[in-house]
């Protein structure tokens, strides 16, 4: 058996793993593939931000390098003992996502250039983005008089707009101005192509214990962004149980944004997200304790300091009465916007 | 002839019997000496069989939703332990889905709630779901969060080799639960959505 063992693996090395090396420039990310002729270990490596280094089985043979990119400027073959080493260079700090396709076994590699400088520039604020949750068949939680937090959020938005826009001459933009469905992403990609510098999805919450009360601000959690590759392995892992048309593989661009994009951000978010609060809880009077974080889908591709508010339960018979009324909804508005002013004066500082 | 015949037959009759004895002494001492210990041995699976039939039981720690805080609170419960960590994390979550049995607390996932399958792979935990859980397209932030913690903390309490906890439902994966926190990644516990202890 072992002898059996020692052969195949004799074997495997003659019969060594062929590779093909390509990349090429796409409007959004340089995209670098490694094609075996059958499946192969790697390990990617950050060197330092230009630079980046794929391992492979050092038995391969390969193919010189074919592509033309800006980005990446330089590949390099070596073999190092067991280890095929590839490096690319690039010509600007780079950030990478990964993943594999079958039947030929790739390996997919998208650089894109890091986004510079992360933090809010001196005392500019030029966009904000508010994005009232939910909307069309997606009603979002609904009081116990039949309340919808569709109705509420945009009811919230449109009025801080307003304020917004008389009191700060800033440019401020809804996700959506009436009573329609808009999907988590498109909310965030609203966000990222009007360059807000400020993102605040509002909403309304909603317990099973009905007596639940007072405001809570959320900012993205560290925690769950902790690692892309984990996600990988995990999905590759699922393959052995479900069928794999059954596990959606995601895309670069959510694998970025999960890794990079508002992970940059989250000091920021955190400050905002506690002047938000701390100014609600001053309106609707319920004790501190009320950021956290949480993987919120809205937040996690967000290029900017971003928060997703819970005004207050609706879920609650007795908020629900007080929501309802337009008074108290402009002092909503008023407190979402003393939060807001309060984080512009403290980068202005 | 006759008698000579006889002494004949006389002598192979004895020699024949001499040797069943000794062949039949052969068999009954290999009888005696081998049969001893499968005996043994069905004594041994009888009790384990006993062991089994009477169940064992592990006390838990589950997680429910409190009756005047809006956080998850702690109650102790005995499932039957199963005859691996899978089967016993089958029985934990239907006696989470049952509900607390102290009139006090409330059950933070929507009645109804069921367990299709739970898979580990490495160290992460994917239970796949059904019933209202699964239906609901959107409830609240404070709902959705403290469903999700419900059972990841009261899975990853139990079960410390469980270190994440991965959401499906019918089977699929989802964007979310009922329309806010993100079920692609596994969730790590957080003990933050628990009560803390006085």
Known sequence: MRRFLTLIFLCSLLLSLNLKFRYADHPDFTRFVVEGDEEFVYDIIRQDDFTIDILLPGNASWENPAGESKLLQRVEVNRAEEVLEVRLRFSKAVIWSSFTLRSPFRLVLDFRPRPVSPKIKRGIVRTIVLDPGHGGEETGSIGPAGTKEKDLTLIIAKKLRSILRNSLGVRVILTREDDVYVSLDERTAIANNAKADIFISIHFNASRNRKAKGPETYFLSYKATDSAARLQAYRENMALVMPPEDIKIPTDVEMILWDMAQSQYLQQSSRLAEFIQEELSNLIGVKKRGVKQAPFKVLMGALMPAVLVEVDFLSNPEEEKKLLDPEFQNKIAMSLYRGIVRFIQFYQR | ?198
């Open chain 2, 1 to 198: 002839m006759r008698e000579s015949l006889s002494q004949v037959q006389k002598r192979y009759l004895i020699a024949s019997l001499v040797l069943l004895a000794v062949i039949a002494v052969v068999i009954a001492a290999v009888l005696i000496f081998k049969g001893k210990q499968p005996q043994e041995k069905e004594v041994e699976v009888q009790v384990q069989k006993e062991e089994k039939q009477e169940k064992e039981l592990m006390k838990v720690k589950l997680y429910f939703l409190d009756g005047e805080e809006n956080v998850l609170v702690e109650e102790e419960k005995e499932i039957e332990k199963g005859k691996n960590e899978r089967d016993s994390i089958r029985n934990l979550l239907s006696a989470l889905f049952e509900g607390p049995s102290s009139p006090q607390l409330l059950s933070a996932v929507p009645e109804g709630t069921h367990l299709r399958q739970v898979y580990i792979i490495e160290h992460v935990c994917v239970v796949d779901l059904t019933g209202p859980i699964a239906s609901m397209a959107s409830d609240g932030s404070s709902a959705e969060l403290l469903a999700i913690y419900s059972i990841v903390n009261s899975i990853t309490a139990n079960f410390p080799d469980v270190r994440s906890v991965k959401i499906i439902l019918d089977g699929m994966e989802r964007e979310t639960l009922f329309g806010h926190v993100s079920l692609k990644d596994p969730f790590f516990p957080d003990m933050s959505y628990v009560a803390s202890q006085q």
